[in-house]
């Protein structure tokens, strides 16, 4: 629809003094305490239907007085600023602009201001704005436009027809970032551990629409299972190395960690790199894991804006 609510922060009704994250067609469960200046934009509210006498129910009549005072307010404002701004040095009026609807750039109290914010078009970084992340994108990979699955997604330039299937494209090195909505774990070590079977799977057993590009996982071994520090929150990662029924097989890992914002809700990034001589350096994930940092946060060499070979 032309009309649809963009993806944003938006005041949350049900609960005042926070802002719930609208993903452009529902409410998700990631929460901010409310910016300073926000306004009600986002999925309409009902609003009591008038009586016959002409005034809402519930004290309606008070509510329209009150809204027809904000409104000569309003419009004697504008007319006050058209007075006041006249001319500029030039001495051309000022010529107005069309108006947007879009909602205006919110920033939390945790958040950092729009000026210290990473551009999302930079081709160095992958910015997570719902879980206030970025991530640097190694040299040889790229941010896609558009993928089968809806998560932020990084991944080498290069790619090449599945072993398993003429028909699908398959990349040497792929990463993910993507919000923990669908658990009720709270713990990024018991989370971590629960997902690397599905980063797995997703990976090397069976694509979006069910066909066996590697030609499935016959086996698997646990590389790795230990605490890391990510962003200056304290995660957990599993990494397993995968067998396939065809090609080289790779590496698999998830990385968890509470998020930077909000209400820490737990953040799960996934790394799937073939193995063999054509896949990225296993070294490349801890690169890729000590180089995410919080938005705003470029400080520290392999963060925000920064490049790192592959």
Not at 15 to 24: E, K, L
Not at 100 to 112: G, H, I, Q, V, Y
Not at 219 to 246: E, F, I, M, N
Request: charged share 20%; proline share 8%; hydrophobic share 35%.
């Amino acid at each position: 629809m032309s009309n649809a609510t963009p993806p944003g922060w938006y005041p949350d009704a049900a609960t005042p003094g926070t802002d719930r994250w609208w993903d452009g067609t529902a409410w998700t469960a990631h929460t901010r305490p409310a910016a300073q200046a926000s306004q009600e934009f986002g999925p309409p509210e009902p609003v009591a239907a008038a009586s016959g006498d002409g005034t809402a129910g519930g004290g309606g009549g008070t509510r329209i007085v009150a809204l027809a005072v904000a409104g000569l307010v309003v419009v004697g404002a504008a007319v006050t600023g058209a007075v006041l701004l006249g001319r500029d040095e030039s001495g051309t009026r000022p010529e107005a602009g069309p108006s947007s609807s879009a909602p205006p750039a919110t920033a939390a109290t945790d958040t950092p201001s729009p000026g210290d914010s990473p551009a999302e078009d930079d081709p160095k970084i992958l910015v997570d704005q719902l879980n206030g992340i970025t991530l640097p994108i190694p040299d040889g990979w790229e941010k896609p436009g558009r993928t089968v699955e809806a998560v932020l997604t990084m991944r080498t330039v290069d790619s090449y027809d599945c072993p398993g299937s003429s028909s699908a494209f398959c990349y040497h090195g792929t990463v993910t970032s993507r919000i923990a909505s669908a658990t009720d774990i709270t713990s990024a070590e018991e989370l971590a551990k629960q997902d690397i079977a599905t980063a797995a799977d997703s990976a090397y057993e069976k694509n979006t629409v069910g066909e066996r590009i590697h030609g499935g996982i016959t086996s698997h071994k646990q590389l790795d299972s230990a605490t890391v520090s990510v962003a200056g929150r304290a995660g957990y990662q599993v990494r397993w190395r995968v067998d396939t029924a065809k090609g080289p097989g790779g590496y698999v890992q998830s990385l968890v960690f509470p998020s930077t914002i909000g209400s820490e809700s737990l953040i799960i990034v996934r790394y799937a790199f073939d193995a063999g001589p054509d896949g990225p350096p296993l070294s490349l994930m801890d690169t890729i894991t000590k180089g995410i940092r919080r938005i705003g946060d470029s400080a520290t060499s392999g963060g925000v804006g920064s490049s790192i070979a592959p």
